[in-house]
Nanobody
C-alpha cells in the first residue's frame, strides 16, 4: 500500500509560482509513474502532468505546458510540481497520484493523495 501526502499549496497572485511536493510512504514508488491531477469547483477532474518511472520523460496537459515542471526524487520517495506563471484558471485542488500504467487517464492510477488547495488571485 502507498500513502501519498501533498504539500505546498496556498494562495498566490497571478504570475507567482508555487512548488508542490508529494511524499510517498508505505513502500518505494521508484517503479511507479507519478503524476498530478487537479479539480476546480464545478469542473471535471483533469490531468496535469506525469513522469514515467522507467525513463526520464514527462507529459503535460497543454494548458500547463511550458509553465509547470514535474520531477521526482526516488531517493526521497517524493514527486514535485513546480508551477510558474500561475493564472487564476490554475486554481484547484491538486492531487498527487501513483500508478503503473503509462496514461493521462485518472483510472490508470491506483493511489491518490488527499489533495492540496492552490488558489491564484487575479
Amino acid at each position: 500500500q502507498v500513502q501519498l501526502v501533498e504539500s505546498g499549496g496556498g494562495l498566490v497572485q497571478t504570475g507567482d509560482f508555487l512548488r508542490l511536493s508529494c511524499a510517498a510512504a508505505g513502500r518505494s514508488v521508484a517503479n511507479y509513474n507519478l503524476g498530478w491531477f487537479r479539480q476546480a469547483p464545478g469542473k471535471e477532474r483533469e490531468f496535469v502532468a506525469y513522469v514515467r518511472w522507467d525513463i526520464d520523460r514527462a507529459y503535460y496537459a497543454n494548458s500547463v505546458k511550458g509553465r509547470f515542471t514535474i520531477s521526482r526524487d526516488n531517493a526521497k520517495n517524493t514527486c514535485y510540481l513546480q508551477m510558474n506563471s500561475l493564472k487564476p484558471e490554475d486554481s484547484a485542488v491538486y492531487y498527487c497520484v501513483a500508478g503503473d500504467v503509462f496514461t493521462t487517464n485518472a483510472d490508470g492510477y491506483h493511489y491518490w493523495g488527499q489533495g492540496t488547495q492552490v488558489t491564484v488571485s487575479s
